[in-house]
């Protein structure tokens, strides 16, 4: 069934930049009012930002009108982090790119990357009466991200920076997974193809929980959670 909303219910824009997916979304509350991603690496430069701004004028939304921006912090591609990081502090702060006065700029929300990844899974997971779930996204070589959740996407633990052999080590029987680490490898676990694609309705969904509960950042001080120290690539 369609959620109805008010036109004067909270207007978020949400920025996914932590992997692949180049990607934004418009939601009014709880919902996705129009989305627009890119599946191709290497893209978020020069499109982040232009996406972000085709995204507000073909709906008439101006930056002041926005509550909060909502933007996947993290851990993730150090690179595409810190694309989705400025511009979404660029959208928070009253200056010449967001032309919003001060006090209708919108607040800040950090989400926690593998957090809306687990969060979007919660339906899922309770559905095959799992006990936790399990979200992985890669970061390199053999390497992962992952993070263990209760059904309702509350953390049960730390990120922890893993090989991918590992995973099922570290998760107890009766588990769900979701994350794009699982992307073509679906039927070897416990999980849905719709659920190993990090898009930006995941950062949406989390947000919106996050904005009802006032968890918002300092935008000034905000930097993502890179999850391990940068290494320059030779």
């Known amino acids: ?21 180049c990607g ?3 939601a009014r509350a709880h919902t996705i009012i129009a989305e627009l991603a890119f599946f191709e690496r290497h893209v978020h430069d020069r499109l982040m ?25 993290g851990p993730g591609s150090f690179t595409g982090l810190r694309i989705g990081a ?42 095959v009466a ?20 209760d059904t309702n996407g509350n953390p049960l633990d730390s990120v922890r920076l893993i090989e991918f052999e590992k995973v099922l080590e570290h998760s107890s029987e009766g588990g769900f997974y979701c994350g794009s680490a699982f992307a073509g490898r679906e039927p070897e676990f416990r999980t849905l193809p719709h659920l190993t694609t ?12 996050q904005y009802e509960r006032g968890e918002f950042a300092d935008a000034m001080t905000f930097a993502p959670l890179y999850g391990q120290e940068f290494v320059p690539k030779v």
């Open 24 to 26: 934004i979304a418009l």
């Open 86 to 127: 400025a511009l979404a502090k660029a959208l928070c702060f009253p200056d010449d790119f967001s032309q919003a006065p001060s006090n209708t700029a919108p607040r800040l929300i950090a989400v926690p990357t593998l957090q809306a990844v687990a969060y979007t899974a919660c339906d899922a997971a309770r559905l």
């Open 130 to 149: 799992a006990n936790h779930i399990t979200a992985v996204i890669p970061s390199h070589k053999n390497l992962v991200y992952a993070q263990s959740f």
């Open 198 to 209: 990090l898009k930006p309705d995941c950062i949406a969904r989390l947000g919106w929980r």
């Open 1 to 21: 069934m369609q959620q109805q909303f008010s036109d004067d219910a909270p207007l978020l824009i949400c920025i996914e930049s932590s992997g692949t997916t």
């Open 49 to 73: 930002a232009q996406s972000c701004g085709f995204l507000c004028d073909a709906l008439g939304v101006r930056v002041d009108e926005l509550q909060a921006v909502a933007v996947s912090a």
